[in-house]
């Protein structure tokens, strides 16, 4: 579950910091305990990642709803 620290976060921390965690896994030289935390704590940042951006899509297709709800109101 995500934690309400990660909730705070912003998209850009949450890829950035996702960026990092995936750059130290593909790196290497981590104990199989650290790997594990790792992969754990990139699941996260992405859940946090899709919620931004599906979030923003839900924006944008108000938007385009409202706008074409208004294009129609216009036209009648």
């Given at each position: 579950?995500?934690?309400k620290v990660d909730q705070a976060l912003s998209y850009?921390?949450?890829r950035d910091e996702l960026i990092e965690?995936?750059?130290?896994l593909?790196?290497?030289g981590t104990t199989l305990e650290e790997s594990l935390?790792?992969?754990e704590r990139g699941e996260e940042l992405a859940k946090v990642c899709r919620r931004w951006l599906e979030g923003a899509?839900?924006?944008?297709?108000?938007?385009l709803a409202e706008e074409?709800?208004?294009e129609e109101a216009d036209a009648e």
């Open positions: 579950m995500t934690g850009e921390q949450a965690v995936v750059r130290r593909e790196a290497g935390a790792l992969w899509r839900a924006r944008l297709d108000a938007a074409e709800a208004e």
